[in-house]
């Protein structure tokens, strides 16, 4: 089992900044691939960036070139660097993890292991 706790969200306007972090625990090993998404009111739940234990990533359409995930693998923490921030960033994001071989992407199907969200309200 992997205990994942999200960090780090608020309001911001437009334009801001935001650093997310995500704290895993309980596991025997580290996570092989992490990723964080996002659900928007009234939208489905969206992947923004993903991230495979060698540190390769991978982004959503939407958030490349503004938004950058990384992982420090010693202390089991995911993060995710958010620049530009506009008000269609707003929404729930979660942090998610798999402890099986993954393609670190940001398919929902990949990751078994889901935190509780953290609110990101970014105003016009």
């Known amino acids: 089992q992997v205990q994942l706790v999200e960090s780090g969200g608020g309001s911001v306007q437009a334009g801001g900044s935001l650093r997310l972090s995500c704290a895993a625990s309980g596991a025997t090993y580290r996570p092989y691939c992490m990723a964080w998404f996002r659900q928007g009111p009234g939208k489905e739940r969206e992947g923004v960036a993903g991230?495979?234990?060698?540190?390769?990533?991978r982004y959503g359409d939407s958030v490349k070139g503004r938004f950058t995930i990384s992982r420090i693998n010693a202390k089991l923490t995911l993060y995710l660097q958010m620049n530009s921030l506009k008000p269609e960033d707003t929404g729930v994001y979660y942090c998610?993890?798999?402890?099986?071989?993954?393609?670190?992407?940001?398919?929902?199907?990949?990751?078994?292991?889901w935190g509780q969200g953290t609110q990101v309200t970014v105003s016009s």
């Open positions: 998610a993890a798999t402890l099986t071989p993954c393609f670190g992407g940001t398919t929902s199907y990949e990751y078994h292991y």
């Open positions: 991230i495979d234990e060698d540190g390769n990533t």
